[in-house]
C-alpha cells in the first residue's frame, strides 16, 4: 500500500489511465475479431470494411498511447496480408471441407510414449570390427 501522498495520487490516476487504456484495447481487440471473422467468412467486400475499420481503431490506440505504434502496425499488418491472401485464394465451402483427427500427443515425460527403437545385435557389429582387424593385420 502506498505511503506518501505523492504515492497515492499515483495510484489514482494509474488507474484512470488503466480504464481508459482498456477502453481502447478492447475497442481494437472487438474490431480485430470481427474483421478476422469477416476474412473466414469469405465475403470480400465485407472483410474489407471490417478491415479498414479494425485498422481505425488500432490506430487510434496506438495513438492515444494505449498500445504501442509498432504493435498496432503489426497487428495490422497481419489483417492486411490475410485479407490480402484471401482475395488471391478463393475460400472452399465450409461444408466441403473435412476435418482431419490430429493424433493424440502423448503425456509429457511420459517414457511409454515415446517410440521404442530396435538396438541393433552385437553380432551386426562384429563382422565390421573383424574386417577392420584384418585390414591392420595385412
Do not use: C, Y
Amino acid at each position: 500500500m502506498a505511503n506518501t501522498e505523492s504515492a497515492k495520487k499515483q495510484m489514482r490516476s494509474n488507474e484512470r489511465r488503466r480504464l481508459r487504456n482498456r477502453l481502447h484495447i478492447g475497442r481494437a481487440r472487438s474490431e480485430v475479431k470481427k474483421a478476422r471473422v469477416a476474412i473466414a467468412s469469405g465475403d470480400v467486400t465485407a472483410a474489407t470494411e471490417a478491415v479498414r475499420v479494425a485498422s481505425r481503431w488500432l490506430d487510434h490506440a496506438a495513438t492515444k498511447g494505449s498500445i504501442h505504434p509498432n504493435n498496432a502496425a503489426r497487428r495490422k499488418g497481419r489483417l492486411m496480408f490475410q485479407l490480402a491472401h484471401m482475395v488471391a485464394v478463393p475460400v472452399a465451402e465450409p461444408a466441403a471441407q473435412v476435418e482431419e483427427e490430429a493424433p493424440a500427443k502423448p503425456a509429457r515425460g511420459s517414457r511409454s510414449a515415446k517410440p521404442k527403437t530396435e538396438k541393433p545385435a552385437a553380432e551386426a557389429k562384429a563382422p565390421r570390427a573383424r574386417a577392420k582387424k584384418s585390414a591392420k593385420e595385412e
